[in-house]
């Protein structure tokens, strides 16, 4: 992957999780071997209703789909709605590249790109059947992990500077000069290759916790992607709503405290606070002036909100303490 110089000034983090790109590298990773997925891959294959099928005929297990499946939208009535406006144009190109790999166009796809309205009912239903069992059931995990993925790479990022950054994203990936060697990164949006170069254009980053492969590189409307394995994965994600602050930092800091610390890897309100640990309005202020003191978190006013969050030195305490 090449950069210039102000590639390197525009590289950016995704602020949430892209409900459509996890959903399509669910599909994706329901057919790859990864052990580490197994126990969630069969529970999956016994609940997942046959009108959900038609996702699996286009996203094959290395993820590289059709792009118009997968838009980097914020929301899923947002993605599902952008797929469903895709242009034919688009749609007959991307369903041409897949195919070109050797995969058998089946009749019901080869009428997406006439815009046929039943293929694409067969369709709708088929991304509404997948999320509500794949995707709905696991959101809280999947933006917990987000979320802490997303503050150890800003940390990262902040220590280390955005060469040593973007390296870690995949395993042996390394610097010739300004091109960034990915370990053979899978490319798509364009005519895929060796190299990929930005061209001036940029790059947000986006972690995945259901994909455990090589980066994927996409260009959509929105931008160039790069989207590449979380740190961890959805199947090692605690279900965050129960207590999982590790033992030692409870011992440490007590439970409901190193609660308020694990919350607060994302920023929040007082209120949010309030709402989703169960607390009392005066517990939260106790414990989050405490946690202020102690220089693990910082509070800033915004009109009459104010957001807590974690620090550095919060992050590197919450990091460093084993389950």
Same mark, same amino acid.
């Given at each position: 992957m090449r950069f210039t110089a102000e590639d390197l000034l525009r590289v950016t983090f995704a602020d949430e999780p892209a409900p459509m790109v996890e959903l399509t590298l669910a599909v994706a990773a329901l057919q790859r071997s990864d052990p580490l997925f197994a126990p969630w891959r069969r529970r999956t294959v016994r609940t997942l209703p046959r009108s959900a099928g038609p996702?699996?005929?286009?996203?094959?297990?290395?993820?590289?789909?059709?792009?118009?499946?997968?838009?980097?939208?914020?929301?899923?009535?947002?993605?599902?709605?952008?797929?469903?406006?895709?242009?034919?144009?688009?749609v007959r190109a991307e369903l041409r590249r897949v195919h070109a790999r050797g995969t058998r166009p089946l009749p019901w796809t080869r009428l997406l790109a006439d815009r046929d309205g039943e293929a694409w009912r067969i369709l709708e239903a088929a991304v509404r059947a997948a999320r509500a069992t794949m995707l709905e059931p696991a959101w809280d995990r999947v933006r917990a992990g987000f979320d802490a993925e997303r503050a150890w790479r800003l940390q990262q990022l902040a220590r280390q500077g955005?060469?040593?950054?973007?390296?870690?994203?995949?395993?042996?990936?390394?610097?010739?000069?300004?091109?960034?060697?990915?370990?053979?990164?899978?490319?798509?949006?364009a005519a895929e290759g060796l190299e990929f170069a930005l061209d001036g254009q940029g790059i947000t980053l986006l972690p995945s916790v259901f994909w455990t492969g090589r980066p994927l590189v996409g260009t959509y409307p929105q931008g160039t992607f790069l989207v590449y394995p979380a740190v961890t994965p959805l199947?090692? &994600?605690?279900?965050?709503?129960? #207590?999982?602050?590790? =033992?030692? /930092? $409870?011992?440490? %800091? *007590?439970?409901?405290?190193?609660? @308020? &610390?694990?919350?607060?890897?994302? #920023?929040?309100?007082? =209120?949010? /606070? $309030?709402?989703? %640990? *169960?607390?009392?309005?005066?517990? @939260?202020?106790?414990?989050?002036?405490?946690?202020?003191?102690?220089?693990?978190?910082?509070?800033?006013?915004?009109?009459?909100?104010?957001?807590?969050?974690?620090?550095?030195l919060g992050l590197e305490l919450l990091g460093g303490f084993p389950a």
């Open positions: 996702l699996r005929e286009l996203v094959p297990a290395t993820g590289k789909g059709p792009l118009f499946l997968d838009p980097p939208a914020r929301g899923f009535d947002e993605g599902l709605d952008g797929v469903l406006s895709t242009p034919a144009r688009f955005i060469r040593t950054t973007l390296a870690g994203l995949a395993p042996g990936a390394r610097w010739h000069g300004t091109a960034l060697e990915l370990g053979g990164a899978d490319t798509e949006g199947p090692l &994600l605690d279900d965050p709503g129960r #207590p999982h602050a590790p =033992t030692a /930092l $409870v011992a440490l %800091l *007590g439970r409901t405290r190193a609660a @308020v &610390l694990e919350c607060l890897v994302q #920023p929040r309100t007082s =209120t949010d /606070l $309030v709402r989703e %640990l *169960g607390l009392a309005k005066s517990s @939260v202020s106790e414990h989050t002036k405490a946690l202020r003191a102690a220089r693990l978190t910082t509070a800033q006013r915004d009109g009459k909100a104010v957001w807590h969050s974690c620090t550095p």
